[in-house]
């Protein structure tokens, strides 16, 4: 079965993604914290999220003040009232029997993300913004179908979780899968979003094919499997049709493991929500809240890469990886406070980058292990040219993988360039020791250049410069 | 029946551990069935403080009966339900906590309808309530144990909630006073809901004076209920002549209106200034208050599972099928019909016909009132339109639905609204309703206590239980 990659005007995509404002300190309606990652099962709990009889919820305001601050970034209007309304259905990882959502009084309407594709810059409009909470958490013993029951962690329930909704204006899996790229580096911005915390963005997604019915794949939780989820819906639809069969209007499941999707239910067993204002709660204005939204607003990544190129004379190709990652353009920048911006900026993103990348890490482990001013130094180092390229590369990976003093490092490993005097006594030394090359390089032979520049590679443990030795030797051979 | 003033008078010569004491006697031998859950070892614990001095507050040692669908923290809160008839709640409802903090004595929960969903009190799952005047007559409903353990003097004060109803009605037919407060006055929280944007936790006593002090503790700011308004409630009689409207289509047999009529024309009209006022959305607002009810409930009560807490099943089996068959068994008829009804009203294709169109009956009802009380200070009706029912004379469940026409209206708009002893028919107790302006109950309140008083020799019949 052959998969989709390229755009194809025929497929439709739209994508509804559940984002959860992890970084704020409580739940959506009761005060809960939110740092139960690496606790117990059941113990950030409360009658409140627990949907204990009588408890009642209170709107978390920094919760909407977050909502809001997101609103504004996706270029959304922020509605100026908005209703919570009760989303009605069964299920053992919802405590209330009913999910706190918003219906036809959504936070915020319209808005766009501005994607680079290879055709070019497009923006992905966006349907709505709504606040709802988020479910408990299903664990079950062994796999779904095999496990006797089931456990529950309320943990989770009543996590602050903001639904954006995009228009179906998607047209393949790699659009999509940019898409999510940069709604989470935009939230990750807004400082409201930790995309490293396991469940905070899941991600439902719609697809069509011209002509056939509109299939829904749920509950996506990773960027990997939207891409490969889609990639496989389009050419199972694409095969149907190509079969002259129709593709039915349902609901299927994205199986992680197979990397495939299985049908969940058709459209005539679609749910009926019953959706109804929630009476517990009463509309929020939102008119100061967005006055006091606005002054608070951080710069964002098109902000930023402008600023970056201005304020410190780096090329494009630089400040547009830089603003990928709010962390690494402000590591970047505390860098570029002690030494040339121009050499930051390339030892930053063509260098450290890679090394983080091939560990698996981002520049928060940077910020650990390799504080920018110990960097800053390593660079200045190499500036003075006390240290050498590859003496740079071997000094950051020791710092990602042990840690340690940077200057103890150069010294313990030998890794201070050879003052140019040593280089120029051990290219005599060569000469002189080395009669045969010496004649051989006279004679025409310029490979015997090597194997002078071989010695005192050999004798300086590889810290000279070949390069530059080659320069040397070159001279003193030639006078 | 009990006054806060009597209570208070016998303390003066009696401890309060010997006057607890009697009471839960009392209770022990009643007949009424008024309590589910007694809290009688806290009780007495309380009344030992008190006389020891150490219990102070504005209710210090004065017992209160509070209805079972409002949680006590430690204290079996049931709702009348088998779904939970073992459930404990582990925090307070606000009123609780005001309780508690004024002194008073909370002698045990009172049996209602099965989450207050009846006129009755028959649908309880521990049995019917029987009526202080007459054991073979309901007590009313919702709260009927709550009217009953005062017509009774079972207690001095309680509190019951009111959906559609459910003070009044008790409070008409066991001849006390029950107010159903603005809507927003009185916390909610920790009230097991019905429908929320109805109800209101509401005081009933013996006396008008009573069930003012009583809202003078349980009123006021909680930030936990949303749609509290903050306003705190303190009670200053004012003596006026108000304006006073009758309404026209609030009505009841001839049993209720010959009496309601003789104390209009004998009290109400020498007094005060008494005109007539016509509400056109009264027709509307039954079938649109049930509508809103059962949705409202119908989600409401989807958390009863089985799976946190309240009756549960050994045997554990498919999700669908575990908590089908833990509904099937917790809930009692009327609550599954109303369920049934709610969720019709609001699936697709029907939340228009029926649930939009009940808003929009609402806002219609609560015009008239806004208008009505505009002209008058307070309105005026029966709370009941017939004398107490026998136990089993409501068979059907409509003609019971019907038998709420004349205090659905009021939660509609979220008007306050106390009912009130006018005297004896056939030696049954008839109520009448005061209405008032949206946070007026000092005006509903100074009202009532003028009829009060020149009802005085006849309201004040003690109870054949
Ligand atoms: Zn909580």
Redesign the pocket.
């Known amino acids: 079965m052959g998969y989709a990659t390229s755009m194809e005007p025929d497929v439709i995509i739209g994508l509804e993604v559940h984002v959860q404002l992890n970084k704020l300190k409580t739940?959506l309606f009761?005060?809960?914290p939110l740092d139960y990652h690496e606790d117990e099962p059941n113990t950030h709990?409360?009658p409140?999220?627990l949907g204990l009889p009588g408890a009642m919820p209170v709107v978390n305001k920094e919760a909407v003040k977050a909502a809001i601050k997101v609103a504004l970034a996706l270029h959304a209007e922020v509605q100026p009232f908005t209703v919570f309304d009760r989303k009605n259905y069964f299920y053992p990882d919802l405590p209330k029997g009913f999910q706190i959502s918003q219906y036809d009084r959504p936070l915020a309407l319209g808005g766009y993300v501005t994607i680079e594709t290879e055709e070019g810059e497009k923006k992905i409009t966006l349907k709505r913004i709504h606040m709802e909470e988020d479910p408990g958490k299903l664990t079950y013993k062994g796999s779904i179908t095999t496990a006797k029951y089931c456990l529950i962690d309320y943990n989770r329930s009543?996590v602050p979780l903001l639904e954006i909704v995009t228009e179906p204006v998607m047209h393949s899996p790699k659009e999509a899968r940019l898409f999510l790229n940069k709604l989470r580096i935009i939230l990750e911005y807004l400082d409201v979003f930790d995309g490293s915390l396991e469940g905070a963005m899941r991600v439902d997604a719609n697809v069509s094919i011209r002509g056939g019915g509109r299939v829904e794949i749920k509950n996506i939780s990773s960027f990997k499997g939207v891409e490969r989820a889609l990639s496989y819906e389009i050419a199972r639809q694409k095969n149907l049709l190509r079969m002259g069969r129709k593709v039915e209007r349902e609901t299927r499941h994205f199986d992680e493991v197979n990397n495939i999707t299985v049908s969940l239910r058709s459209k005539e067993e679609e749910q009926d929500y019953r959706y109804f204002p929630e009476p517990d709660l009463v509309p929020i204005y939102t008119a100061e809240l967005l006055e006091e939204v606005k002054g608070t607003l951080p710069e964002m990544p098109e902000e930023k890469r402008e600023r970056l190129k201005a304020q410190y004379g780096i090329g494009d190709n630089f400040a547009k990886v830089l603003v990928l990652d709010k962390v690494m353009a402000d590591y970047f920048e505390e860098v570029a406070k002690h030494v040339d911006p121009k050499l930051a900026a390339s030892w930053v993103v063509d260098v450290l980058r890679g090394e983080l990348n091939y560990r698996g890490k981002d520049f928060r482990f940077a910020y650990e292990m390799l504080k920018p001013e110990e960097f800053a130094k390593l660079l200045r180092y190499f500036r003075e040219e006390r240290i050498t390229e590859k003496g740079v590369v071997e000094v950051i990976r020791i710092k990602l993988d042990h840690g340690g003093d940077v200057d103890e490092i150069i010294r313990s490993r030998g890794l201070f360039a050879i003052p140019k005097e040593e280089i120029e006594r051990l290219c005599r030394e060569a000469i002189e020791k080395n009669p045969k090359a010496v004649a051989d390089y006279k004679g025409g032979k310029k490979k015997a250049l090597d194997f002078l520049v071989g010695y005192v590679m050999k004798a300086t443990r590889g810290r000279a410069n070949p390069a530059e030795t080659a320069q040397i030797l070159k001279k003193m051979l030639e006078e | 029946m009990i006054t806060v003033k009597e209570w208070k008078e016998r303390l003066e010569s009696e401890s309060c551990y010997d006057l607890i004491s009697e009471l839960f006697d009392r209770i022990e031998r009643s007949k009424l069935n008024a309590f589910i859950t007694l809290n009688k070892d806290e009780a007495l614990r309380l009344a030992e403080e008190f006389d020891r001095g150490k219990l102070k507050g504005k209710l210090a040692g004065i017992p209160v009966a509070v209805k079972d669908n409002i949680s006590t923290k430690g204290l079996r809160t049931t709702c009348a339900s088998k779904m939970l008839h073992d459930y404990v709640p582990p925090f307070d409802a606000h009123v609780v906590e005001r309780l508690r903090q004024e002194g008073a004595i909370i002698i045990g929960k009172t049996n209602m309808d099965e989450f207050a969903m009846g006129t009755t009190t028959e649908t309880s799952f521990f049995g019917v309530v029987r009526n202080p005047f007459d054991l073979e007559r309901v007590a009313g409903g919702s709260s009927g144990g709550s009217g009953a353990c005062l017509g009774g003097e079972e207690s001095v004060l309680a509190l019951g909630s009111d959906t559609g109803g459910s003070i009044r009605c008790p409070a008409s037919f066991c001849g006390v006073v029950g107010l159903k407060p603005t809507y927003g006055l009185v916390s909610r929280y920790g009230l097991i809901p019905y429908a929320n944007s109805l109800e209101q936790i509401g005081p009933m006593a013996c006396c008008v004076e009573d069930c003012a002090l009583l809202l003078e503790v349980i009123a006021g700011r909680d930030w936990r209920d949303s749609t509290n308004a903050g306003r705190e409630f303190e009670f200053r009689p004012v003596d006026r002549k108000f304006r006073v409207g009758v309404i026209r289509e609030m009505g009841g047999n001839d049993d209720v209106m010959g009496k309601f009529e003789e104390v209009v024309n004998d009290i109400v009209r020498p007094n005060f200034e008494v005109v007539e006022v016509s509400m056109p959305s009264f027709m509307f607002a039954l079938p649109a208050y049930y509508i809103i009810a059962m949705s409202e409930a119908s989600s409401n009560l989807a958390r009863y599972d089985g799976v946190r807490y309240g009756y549960a099943l050994e045997k554990l089996d498919t999700w669908t099928r575990y908590f089908s068959k833990v509904r099937a068994e917790g809930f009692g008829e009327e609550v599954k019909r109303r369920i049934m009804l709610g969720t019709y009203a609001l699936s697709a294709g029907y939340y228009g016909k029926y649930y939009l169109k009940a808003l929009k009956a609402r806002t219609l009802v609560k015009r008239d009132f806004e208008r009505a009380l505009k002209d008058c200070d307070v309105l005026i009706a029966p709370t009941m339109p017939a004398l107490p029912f026998r136990i089993g004379e409501l068979a059907d469940p409509l003609t019971m639905y019907k038998m709420d026409v004349n205090t659905v209206p009021i939660n509609l708009a979220g008007v306050p609204a106390l009912s009130i002893p006018i005297g004896f028919v056939k030696g049954l107790p008839v109520g009448m309703q005061i209405i008032g302006r949206f946070f007026e109950e000092n005006t509903i309140f100074s009202f009532a206590l003028k009829i009060e008083e020149a009802l005085r020799d006849e309201v004040q019949r003690k109870g054949v239980a």
Do not use: L
């Open positions: 739940k009761c005060s809960c709990v409360c409140v999220c009543g």
